[in-house]
């Protein structure tokens, strides 16, 4: 599928267990990007990268890991799941250049028991 | 830092009303962008208009309609002759250029949730 995918599109988990969420883009975009939203918050950045091999931290990002081995992948991990982590997680990507708009997967919404 | 604001949690309107959603940004960049996103029901983001903040001119899009005023810091969004289907969420967003490039991460404002009622 052409675009921004995210899967699960649903998952429930376990204080305590590891969970990764995917994210897949087709258009070769440089910048990708995780948020999650959070009512009262809007959406905040957890962590970002510019290139394959190269991220760095965003707003919020205790408790998360990513890795970006190829370019379409995006992969943000929560390493020990807490409650304070159910959210709706949102992966983007854009082209490279400030002024470009970013663009959106479906979300991945996470609830921790 | 940099900050958005949507003072406007909520709004209600009756369709084929006009509303403007109120956006105020904080940021020291003197270039810097600007956002509006919409999340329908369905629940994903969808993009609406870029702004750089050199290009002041207002832009109309349809129903849709946009005010920057550099001055007071606010990027607005109106909605002429309001629609069932406009119903939704709507994000403002910054992306600033501080000490480099920025790689346009977002700052998000809370969000207004608009309601239009047949």
């Known amino acids: 599928d052409a675009g921004i995918t995210q899967s699960p599109r649903y998952k429930i988990t376990e204080t305590g267990r590891q969970v990764t969420l995917m994210c897949h883009q087709t258009?070769?975009?440089?910048?990708m990007f995780w948020y999650r939203q959070d009512l009262g918050h809007g959406l905040r950045l957890i962590y970002y990268s510019a290139a394959a091999d190269i991220t760095d931290k965003g707003e919020v990002p205790d408790g998360y890991v990513v890795s970006r081995s190829k370019t379409e992948n995006f992969p943000l991990t929560l390493e020990s799941a807490t409650r304070s982590q159910t959210s709706v997680y949102f992966c983007?990507?854009?082209?490279?250049?400030?002024?470009?708009?970013?663009?959106f997967g479906p979300g991945t919404r996470l609830t921790v028991t | 830092a940099q900050k958005v604001t949507q003072a406007q949690t909520e709004i209600s309107v009756v369709e084929k009303e006009d509303v403007t959603l109120d956006c105020v940004y904080e940021t020291r960049d003197t270039t810097y962008y600007l956002f509006w996103y919409k999340q329908p029901p369905s629940g994903e983001l969808v993009f609406l208009i870029r702004?750089?903040?050199?290009?002041?001119q207002n832009e109309i899009s349809g129903r849709y309609s946009w005010n920057f005023q550099k001055s007071t810091s606010s990027f607005n969004f109106t909605i002429t002759a309001s629609q069932v289907v406009d119903s939704a969420v709507y994000f403002c967003a910054l992306s600033g250029t501080t000490g480099g490039t920025s790689y346009g991460k977002l700052t998000f404002g809370q969000g207004t949730i608009l309601t239009v009622h047949p």
């Open positions: 258009w070769s975009h440089s910048y």
């Open positions: 702004r750089n903040s050199f290009d002041e």
């Open positions: 983007a990507s854009k082209i490279a250049g400030e002024s470009y708009e970013q663009y």
